[in-house]
């Protein structure tokens, strides 16, 4: 009976042990679109399902979609605050409070969304330190560049005066309203409703989002040409981050590099630009080639955007000419400078 009893102790607190281990580490992962976005399907879900493995399934990463926690442009303070342990985060929901990244919001820079994700990571890491510090910076991921689609026909920087635009970003925002338009301030999930109502009359977005969102119906005409790129981040609770065992911590660093700010980017960036194809093969639709002259109207009329960024860092304590200097470089080396 001894024997057994000592077997049956050893069993139980065999099973404990294991139980335990199993879930060494619970954590959350909150985002704002659906969970068959390409940005979970393609990005979220693979980045997850390796740090199961590499953690040999100690950690366990929950994902709540769909603004299941918190509103989209509540991700920041989320992280912060642990609401969620992860975060996926667009900075430019908040205008203003990160005035350093929002140089990445600035029109006809990125060319596309692959190279781009690893040369911002390389670029943005060190400075996150100064305008994100109280959460952990992971990694960054663009969508490939997306443009302005709209009810009617914009060819040049002068047709968007008097219309309303739903803007990808505050960046954005400020660039409509420059132009003589009026910014529609919506999150993503929610722009296909402004359009319907006609509370906007355009939208700067990715190429096949328009379809994932069900904004094709809506807007049929397209700027053919690498406009901007919205450019989102994970983000992770500083204590929760601080708080892993060694070997824990480590397999998160090892998912939070600019390698992985590629990987985590390369399945959406070619699932948003085959969205531009189905556009061109659409008779519904018309996609809009603009010459060189008229790209070279947009980038003029873009100025005043750098300028306007640049003393808003400069007013923050920063060198904006520096830091903008090694952003261009960045995208420079990667081949992904537009």
Request: glycine share 6%; aromatic share 10%.
């Amino acid at each position: 009976m001894k024997a057994i009893s000592l077997t049956a102790l050893g069993a139980a607190a065999f099973l404990s042990v294991s139980s335990a281990h199993a879930a060494d580490v619970e954590l959350r992962l909150s985002h704002w679109v659906p969970p068959t976005h390409p940005i979970q399907t393609l990005g979220i879900e693979p980045w997850v399902e390796s740090i199961k493995q590499a953690s040999n399934g100690r950690i366990n990463i929950t994902i709540f979609p769909a603004q299941q926690l918190g509103a989209a442009p509540d991700h920041y303070d989320m992280a912060r605050d642990g609401i969620a342990d992860i975060t996926y985060t667009n900075p430019g929901y908040q205008a203003g409070r990160f005035p350093i990244y929002s140089l990445a919001e600035i029109p006809f820079h990125a060319s596309n969304g692959k190279q781009a994700a690893k040369a911002l990571h390389n670029w943005y890491a060190p400075l996150a330190e100064i305008e994100m510090s109280d959460v952990k910076f992971c990694l960054i991921n663009p969508h490939d560049p997306g443009t302005l689609h709209s009810k009617t026909q914009v060819k040049v920087p002068s047709d968007i005066s008097g219309m309303n635009v739903r803007p990808a970003h505050a960046t954005m925002a400020r660039f409509v309203n420059l132009l003589g338009g009026a910014s529609v301030q919506v999150p993503a999930p929610e722009a296909r409703e402004a359009l319907a109502k006609g509370t906007a009359d355009a939208i700067t977005f990715p190429w096949n989002s328009i379809y994932i969102f069900g904004i094709d119906s809506e807007t049929k005409f397209h700027l053919d040409m690498p406009f901007y790129i919205s450019s989102q981040m994970l983000l992770l609770n500083k204590g929760m981050y601080d708080g892993l065992a060694p070997e824990d911590r480590q397999v998160i660093d090892d998912h939070c590099t600019p390698d992985w700010s590629q990987k985590f980017s390369t399945g959406w960036a070619d699932n948003e630009y085959s969205g531009r194809q189905k556009m061109i093969d659409s008779p519904d639709h018309t996609v809009y080639t603009p010459t060189d002259d008229e790209i070279g109207q947009w980038r003029e009329a873009s100025k005043p955007l750098i300028e306007a960024w640049k003393e808003d860092v400069k007013a923050k304590g920063q060198d904006p000419e520096k830091i903008y200097a090694d952003y261009v470089s960045a995208l420079k080396e990667l081949d992904s400078l537009f």
